[in-house]
């Protein structure tokens, strides 16, 4: 429940974030400012070993930590809902989240290989490639969805799996370590037939769960509402 502690310095900050996300050019240039410290400089610390050293200090001495990076996706969420985004930007963050999957995956696939054991250094949300493709994401449905309107059974579905989503969230690391638990019996399913169907049953476990804690009166009402 680390991630708690974050929320809560989140919660503390949102009096000064909101005065700052008043304000569009002044929130475009925080992030801006806050990006290459967070996910600029330590990436360029990763592939650029002979200003490792230089950067290093500078990362140091500047740094945002983490709650700057969760409280920098907190703001990023917002900034991308309201700012106008042309055609143009559309396509570099399309472009930008598919080359960043790629580096994710030949990166991942290559340390692995040379540590012989799993890396998941590159799927770490601080880092470059995760910030590129994330922005990507939101763009993708944003596109998708901002002139669509949703019928009243398709709204009915949003809403619940909003009201449930901070709960699942709380709720799906032990799902995961459960699961996780069940493939030391030994699968024998292939990983790309595995993680899908183990990701999907997490999401729906973690659903039904928030569910039926939600009908429980003080619990839903206090804590999973």
Known sequence: MWFLFSLVGIYLCVPFLRKITADTKLTGQMLLVTAIF???LPFL??????VDSILKIINRDIGFGLL???AFYFVLGYYISVVCVTQKWYAISFLGGIVSAIY???GTYCLSTQAQSSIQSLYQYETLPVLLESIAVFLLFRKLFEQKVCSETSGKIIKRLSLASFGMYLVHDFFNALFIQ??????????AILIPVVSIGIFFVSFLSIEILQRIPVLGKYIMG
């Open 38 to 40: 967070i996910f600029v």
């Open 45 to 50: 610390e990763s592939v650029l070993p002979f």
């Open 68 to 70: 700057g990076a969760h």
């Open 104 to 106: 994710i995956i030949i």
């Open 182 to 191: 069940i493939g030391g019996l030994g699968w024998t399913l292939s990983y």
